[in-house]
């Protein structure tokens, strides 16, 4: 990935975000100066590293026709969206409401790929009308949904099954594991012959294509090379039924390394993908979220107290599970360190508890991670935050949800401005009481 930065390296925290005479930047922007302009907690996006990663795909998968389907739900702020993009990326979409963002932010209807287990009407008819690439479908249920409604708009629907690969994926955290049998996602190989058959009668359906994805943070070739096999040992027994296809989507999930260490191997998956690919004349289709977006952002944070307790230290920040869940929900593990000074230096590193303000004691971006011990006041960076941190944020405890800044051409944008108090309890109404 050309990353250059190390556990450790007092060069920087990730790659766009180098350390310049000490202090933590975002390319040539100072972050102390971004939380003074903007206040903390907040999200730094680095549009440069975004197109960047957009780019090396679109280089890495240059030997076959090749969408690359952005997964919108890892981070869909409309200016990140609107710049992957312009990169010449679409996107891949699991509601209405990604869709509304895609399309929000300039991206064509026939770049969005649909996926999702739970389709509704409404979502499909509006799927529809934007002419979207195809719609991945996910069991029979909502292959039948998917023709009443293209029937009843008198707009075929453009389909590929999802096929459940039943493989191995050797995932972080069971959450993010989709590709074996006993999960939600997918149709089982045995029975996506005859959803083909059914779509291939079908007067309003258009089978195109067919696909998979089989987790998440996902650093070995191996389980796609897996998932390829299944997937093409289909294709071809379907090309065999006179049942054409046009494309092969491998899904995303492709790891990045959280602590500087290399993520998943992309040209040893582009040499195993793309000979198999040309040689039947099928187009590819891969769903990045993380591995796109997941360097290119930090989430700043300031340290409010330092107290001990229990033998322990436990830095409280003004940042926590509301504004990045992944330490909390899935053991996730982030950089952090302080944006002024490199850790280690001259000061003593001791284990902390970097916890935020919410009442649960799941509420923590680390445990026991050893740190400069830091000064209230002082500002934290979090790192490789860019993918599943604003995305996942929530209002919990009535927080209000973090600003976002995208740092382009040397400027800062505010591109998502802080949530408002009025905002929190837009919505809500008190009923006049009848006694
Ligand atoms: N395609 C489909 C159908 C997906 O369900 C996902 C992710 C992706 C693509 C993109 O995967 P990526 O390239 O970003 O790994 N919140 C979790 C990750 C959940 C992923 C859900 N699906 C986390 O923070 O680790």
Same mark, same amino acid.
């Given at each position: 990935m050309g990353e250059g930065i190390l556990t450790g390296d007092p060069a920087g925290i990730a790659p766009?975000?180098?350390?310049?005479?000490?202090?933590?930047?975002?390319?040539?922007? %100072?972050? #102390?100066?971004?939380?003074?302009?903007?206040?903390? !907690?907040?999200?730094?996006?680095?549009?440069?590293?975004?197109?960047?990663?957009?780019?090396?795909?679109?280089?890495?998968?240059?030997?076959?026709?090749?969408?690359?389907?952005?997964?919108?739900k890892a981070n869909g702020n409309l200016a990140v969206l609107n710049r992957i993009g312009a990169a010449g990326a679409g996107a891949d979409i699991v509601s209405g409401g990604e869709l509304h963002r895609a399309l929000a932010a300039g991206i064509p209807g026939d770049r969005i790929v649909f996926a999702g287990v739970g389709k509704t009407e409404f979502e499909m008819e509006a799927?529809?009308?934007?002419?979207? +690439?195809?719609?991945?479908?996910? =069991?029979?249920?909502?292959? @039948?949904?998917?023709? %009443?409604? %293209?029937?009843?708009?008198?707009?075929?629907?453009?389909?590929?099954?999802?096929?459940? !690969?039943?493989? *191995?994926?050797?995932?972080?955290? #069971?959450?993010?594991?989709?590709? +074996?049998?006993? =999960?939600?996602?997918?149709? !089982?190989?045995?029975? @996506?012959?005859?959803?083909?058959?059914? %779509?291939?009668?079908? =007067?309003?359906?258009?089978?195109?294509?067919?696909?998979?994805?089989?987790? =998440?943070?996902?650093?070995?070739?191996d389980p796609y090379t897996d998932a390829l096999a299944v997937l093409l040992a289909m294709a071809d027994e379907l090309a065999a039924d006179g049942v054409e296809?046009?494309?092969?989507?491998?899904?995303?999930g492709f790891g990045v390394g959280y602590d500087g260490e290399p993520g998943l191997p992309l040209e040893e998956l582009a040499a195993a993908v793309v000979p198999e690919l040309s040689r039947r004349d099928l187009r590819l289709v891969l769903e990045p979220g993380r591995s796109v977006v997941g360097h290119a952002g930090v989430l700043l944070t300031r340290v409010h107290y330092v107290k001990r307790s229990g033998g322990k230290t436990f830095v409280i920040t003004d940042g926590g599970m509301t504004e990045l869940l992944r330490p909390s929900h899935y053991g996730g593990w982030h950089r952090i360190e302080p944006v002024q000074s490199p850790p280690g230096e001259g000061r003593e590193v001791v284990p902390v508890d970097v916890v935020g303000p919410v009442c649960e004691t799941g509420d923590f971006l680390a445990r026991g991670r050893p740190l400069p011990l830091p000064r209230p006041g002082?500002?934290?960076?979090?790192?490789?935050?860019?993918?599943?941190g604003f995305a996942m944020a929530s209002n919990y405890n009535s927080r209000l949800r !973090?600003? *976002?800044?995208?740092?382009?051409?040397?400027?800062?944008?505010?591109?998502?401005?802080?949530?408002t108090l009025d905002e929190l309890v837009r919505g809500e109404e008190i009923p006049p009481r009848t006694d």
């Open positions: 766009g975000f180098p350390r310049v005479e000490g202090a933590l930047h975002c390319r040539t922007l %100072a972050l #102390e100066g971004l939380a003074e302009r903007f206040g903390t !907690p907040l999200y730094v996006y680095d549009a440069q590293g975004i197109e960047a990663r957009v780019r090396h795909f679109r280089e890495t998968f240059s030997g076959v026709e090749f969408l690359l389907a952005y997964s919108v799927a529809l009308r934007a002419g979207v +690439h195809a719609f991945h479908v996910e =069991s029979d249920g909502e292959l @039948a949904r998917l023709e %009443a409604v %293209a029937t009843r708009l008198g707009t075929p629907a453009p389909v590929a099954i999802r096929v459940n !690969p039943d493989v *191995e994926s050797p995932t972080p955290h #069971e959450y993010t594991r989709t590709g +074996h049998a006993a =999960s939600k996602f997918g149709v !089982p190989v045995s029975e @996506a012959k005859e959803l083909y058959r059914q %779509a291939d009668a079908a =007067s309003h359906l258009r089978v195109r294509g067919i696909g998979a994805h089989i987790g =998440s943070q996902i650093v070995d070739v296809l046009e494309y092969l989507d491998l899904g995303g002082e500002l934290l960076a979090v790192g490789t935050a860019g993918a599943y !973090p600003a *976002e800044v995208l740092v382009e051409d040397g400027r800062a944008l505010l591109v998502r401005r802080r949530e």
